[in-house]
């Protein structure tokens, strides 16, 4: 796998010590003369001071060698003999310096200073040119001017260096041992765990490489820590994980390079290099989430991808205004959007995560031009988005949260209508339900909020050409679903909706019935009559419409016919219970006729309901004289 690139160089090789400084060296302020000795025959043919220089320096230091202070010129003689690549006889005066200083003749702390700063240059130069093994023996002069017991900052980055050059050569154990010193001298230094880092990646300890790491992302965003001007004034704290996640790569350690990744994106200030180690990061995290079983495990994985997207999105709103750099924002918002849709795919069984990722495809499809692929993404994300809000409304266990869910779903309902009504002109979408499911949705939330423009909403809704009779009965449904109670208007959608499947050449048996049966529950409810709603004489016509398609019609459910039946007789009960015998023995009749149409159950009801309604004829006969005109 190809992954972008962000990274800098894996080497890090900190500077000399900042308290190194050099004295001014002789023979090199600005302006002087050349030396008289240029005058000597000998001598002619030289060009340069510095050669005169160090020839006086040389008979210097054999001259003074007995000298107290000869240690300074001591010191810059070795300087310029590694400056003339003469390292044999530098490394014999350095050894002379180590036994001197080691014994009767110590050098002052500011010549230590010096000489550290000298071997310290000269072992950066053999790292530059990739000879680990000599830096080694010049940072190795460099320790022995340090006590077994000293404590300073110094020696744990000399330590450090060290580490880095044991790393080239393959040498683990040394560098570990160099590490481990480093942190006993310096535990809270940055650049002390990355080395931890580097080995535990080496060693294949990943859980100790990934505890590093939040080490090291800890330290970076301590403001307190004493490594921070030292970050700030040379070395980002984005380059040491950029580092390491490239380090972490190159050694298969992929979950550690991640982390290493998330946290670069989380330090970084620059929006490009933000987005690239996001790119990445995905890269290596989705081929695993998309195996992984449903889990906690994975709950947390898209927990985290969510928050990486979210930083994405912060950095798109980062871009300046130039034409180059919006193009190039247009294009890194296509992937984020295309990869937060793809996430939004995969938690089909966690609806509110769903929903989050689904909201930031919309928000980063919106850096993108509004063209018609864009403007079909940016509906259909926010029509899912608000069908599982909607969805969460129903569910909700407060008053106070389904509100809130409803008033946030009707806010992406009017933003996709605007989208939806750009959308319309630029091809055929006669078989998009989206306007549809905006009408639904809409009315839904109205309704359960007791919206007083419910009432215009629906003027517009009964005048729409495009309504189908399914349409109708979800409108009938949503208006009696708690807390919404409107009955009149699941009523009049039900007739409506009737209507419909009766105007067709060939009526869907099936469907009439289920719309009828919802129509007659509606209308006649268990126990109560409500004349005011729905009039007896309107609901006998309905019986009567269902007996004529029966007539003329194969397929009608039995189990419908039975109902009907049951309901028709019920009413005839009730009838009679209210002494409105001419009523009752008219619906009863009618529930006569529905069995006649029964095959499989008629044997079943038969007999009893012929006994019973012989019964019941006798008994209205006696009292129809009394009480024959009914109200």
């Given at each position: 796998?190809?992954?972008p690139?962000?990274?800098?160089?894996?080497d890090?090789v900190e500077?000399?010590p900042s308290?190194y400084q050099?004295p001014?060296?002789?023979g090199?302020?600005?302006g002087?003369?050349?030396?008289?000795?240029?005058?000597?025959?000998?001598l002619?043919?030289l060009?340069?001071?510095?050669?005169?220089?160090?020839y006086?320096?040389k008979i210097?230091?054999?001259?003074?060698?007995?000298?107290?202070?000869?240690?300074?010129a001591?010191?810059?003689?070795?300087?310029?003999l590694?400056q003339?690549?003469e390292?044999l006889?530098?490394k014999?005066?350095?050894?002379?310096i180590?036994?001197?200083h080691?014994?009767?003749?110590?050098?002052?702390k500011?010549?230590?200073?010096?000489?550290?700063?000298i071997l310290w240059k000269?072992?950066?130069?053999s790292?530059?040119?990739?000879?680990y093994?000599?830096?080694l023996?010049?940072?190795?002069?460099s320790l022995?001017?340090?006590s077994?017991?000293?404590?300073?900052?110094?020696l744990?980055?000399?330590?450090?260096?060290m580490?880095?050059?044991?790393?080239h050569?393959?040498?683990?154990d040394?560098a570990?041992?160099?590490?481990?010193?480093a942190?006993?001298?310096?535990p809270t230094n940055?650049?002390?765990h990355?080395?931890i880092?580097?080995?535990?990646?080496?060693?294949?300890?990943?859980?100790?490489?990934?505890?590093?790491?939040t080490t090291?992302d800890?330290?970076?965003?301590?403001?307190?820590?004493e490594?921070?001007?030292?970050l700030?004034n040379r070395?980002?704290?984005?380059?040491l994980l950029?580092l390491a996640?490239r380090?972490a790569?190159?050694n298969?350690q992929q979950?550690?390079?991640?982390?290493?990744?998330?946290?670069?994106?989380?330090?970084?200030?620059?929006p490009q290099?933000?987005?690239?180690?996001l790119?990445?990061?995905?890269?290596?995290?989705?081929?695993?989430?998309?195996?992984?079983l449903?889990?906690?495990n994975k709950?947390?994985?898209?927990?985290?991808?969510?928050t990486?997207l979210n930083?994405?999105l912060?950095?798109?709103a980062?871009?300046d205004?130039r034409?180059?750099?919006?193009?190039?924002r247009?294009n890194?918002?296509h992937w984020?959007r295309k990869t937060?849709w793809?996430?939004?795919v995969q938690?089909d069984k966690?609806?509110?995560?769903?929903?989050?990722?689904?909201?930031?495809s919309?928000?980063m499809?919106?850096?993108?031009?509004p063209?018609?692929?864009?403007l079909i993404?940016?509906?259909?994300?926010l029509l899912?988005?608000?069908?599982?809000?909607l969805?969460?409304?129903r569910?909700?266990?407060t008053?106070?949260?389904?509100?809130m869910?409803?008033n946030?779903?009707?806010?992406q309902?009017?933003k996709?209508?605007d989208?939806w009504?750009?959308l319309k002109?630029?091809g055929?979408f006669?078989?998009?339900p989206c306007?549809?499911?905006?009408?639904?949705?809409?009315?839904e939330?109205?309704?359960?909020?007791?919206?007083?423009?419910?009432?215009?909403?629906?003027e517009s809704?009964?005048?729409?050409?495009y309504l189908?009779?399914?349409?109708?009965?979800?409108i009938?449904s949503?208006a009696?679903?708690?807390p919404a109670h409107?009955p009149?208007?699941?009523?009049?959608a039900?007739?409506?909706?009737?209507?419909?499947h009766k105007?067709?050449?060939?009526?869907d048996v099936l469907?009439?019935?289920?719309?009828?049966?919802n129509?007659?529950?509606?209308?006649v409810p268990n126990r109560?009559?409500s004349?005011?709603l729905c009039?007896?004489?309107e609901?006998?016509?309905?019986f009567?419409d269902?007996?004529?398609?029966i007539?003329?019609t194969?397929?009608?459910p039995e189990?419908?016919?039975?109902?009907?039946?049951i309901k028709?007789?019920?009413?005839?009960?009730?009838?009679?219970?209210?002494s409105?015998?001419?009523?009752?023995?008219?619906?009863c009749?009618?529930?006569?006729?529905?069995l006649?149409?029964?095959?499989?159950l008629k044997r079943?009801?038969e007999?009893?309901?012929?006994?019973l309604?012989s019964?019941l004829?006798?008994?209205?006969d006696k009292?129809?004289?009394s009480?024959f005109?009914?109200?």
């Amino acid at each position: 796998m190809a992954y972008p690139a962000i990274f800098f160089s894996l080497d890090v090789v900190e500077d000399l010590p900042s308290m190194y400084q050099l004295p001014v060296k002789r023979g090199e302020e600005q302006g002087e003369e050349p030396c008289p000795v240029m005058k000597f025959p000998a001598l002619r043919l030289l060009e340069t001071r510095e050669y005169v220089g160090f020839y006086f320096l040389k008979i210097i230091c054999e001259h003074f060698k007995s000298s107290e202070n000869i240690g300074k010129a001591l010191l810059l003689h070795i300087d310029m003999l590694l400056q003339r690549k003469e390292e044999l006889l530098a490394k014999e005066k350095i050894e002379e310096i180590i036994l001197g200083h080691q014994t009767e003749r110590q050098l002052t702390k500011e010549l230590v200073s010096w000489l550290h700063d000298i071997l310290w240059k000269k072992a950066a130069r053999s790292f530059e040119v990739q000879n680990y093994a000599d830096a080694l023996h010049w940072y190795y002069f460099s320790l022995r001017f340090y006590s077994s017991d000293q404590t300073h900052l110094d020696l744990a980055k000399l330590q450090r260096n060290m580490a880095s050059c044991y790393l080239h050569l393959k040498q683990l154990d040394k560098a570990k041992e160099a590490v481990t010193k480093a942190e006993r001298q310096d535990p809270t230094n940055v650049f002390t765990h990355f080395y931890i880092f580097k080995i535990a990646i080496i060693e294949g300890n990943s859980d100790r490489a990934l505890q590093a790491i939040t080490t090291l992302d800890n330290l970076l965003t301590d403001e307190e820590s004493e490594d921070n001007d030292l970050l700030t004034n040379r070395r980002s704290p984005t380059m040491l994980l950029s580092l390491a996640a490239r380090f972490a790569l190159e050694n298969g350690q992929q979950i550690v390079a991640g982390k290493a990744l998330e946290y670069l994106a989380q330090h970084s200030e620059d929006p490009q290099q933000v987005l690239t180690a996001l790119k990445c990061l995905f890269c290596l995290v989705l081929p695993k989430v998309s195996q992984m079983l449903e889990s906690e495990n994975k709950k947390n994985e898209m927990d985290r991808l969510l928050t990486c997207l979210n930083t994405a999105l912060l950095k798109l709103a980062l871009f300046d205004g130039r034409p180059s750099t919006l193009d190039l924002r247009a294009n890194e918002a296509h992937w984020f959007r295309k990869t937060a849709w793809n996430l939004a795919v995969q938690c089909d069984k966690d609806p509110v995560t769903m929903r989050e990722f689904f909201i930031l495809s919309y928000k980063m499809s919106q850096f993108c031009p509004p063209d018609q692929v864009i403007l079909i993404a940016q509906k259909t994300c926010l029509l899912m988005a608000a069908a599982v809000d909607l969805e969460q409304g129903r569910k909700a266990s407060t008053t106070f949260e389904q509100v809130m869910l409803l008033n946030r779903a009707l806010e992406q309902i009017h933003k996709c209508k605007d989208i939806w009504n750009l959308l319309k002109p630029t091809g055929d979408f006669s078989n998009d339900p989206c306007e549809t499911l905006l009408l639904l949705y809409e009315f839904e939330v109205k309704s359960k909020m007791n919206d007083p423009s419910l009432d215009s909403f629906l003027e517009s809704v009964w005048e729409l050409p495009y309504l189908e009779s399914k349409t109708l009965e979800t409108i009938a449904s949503l208006a009696m679903e708690m807390p919404a109670h409107y009955p009149s208007i699941a009523l009049k959608a039900l007739k409506r909706a009737l209507l419909l499947h009766k105007k067709k050449e060939s009526i869907d048996v099936l469907k009439y019935s289920k719309c009828m049966h919802n129509l007659v529950k509606l209308s006649v409810p268990n126990r109560v009559l409500s004349a005011e709603l729905c009039p007896l004489e309107e609901v006998w016509g309905y019986f009567e419409d269902v007996l004529g398609l029966i007539s003329r019609t194969e397929g009608y459910p039995e189990m419908e016919i039975l109902w009907l039946m049951i309901k028709s007789w019920n009413t005839g009960i009730l009838m009679y219970s209210r002494s409105k015998y001419v009523s009752a023995e008219k619906w009863c009749g009618l529930a006569l006729r529905f069995l006649d149409h029964l095959s499989s159950l008629k044997r079943i009801y038969e007999t009893r309901m012929n006994v019973l309604h012989s019964e019941l004829m006798e008994a209205a006969d006696k009292n129809k004289g009394s009480r024959f005109n009914e109200e």
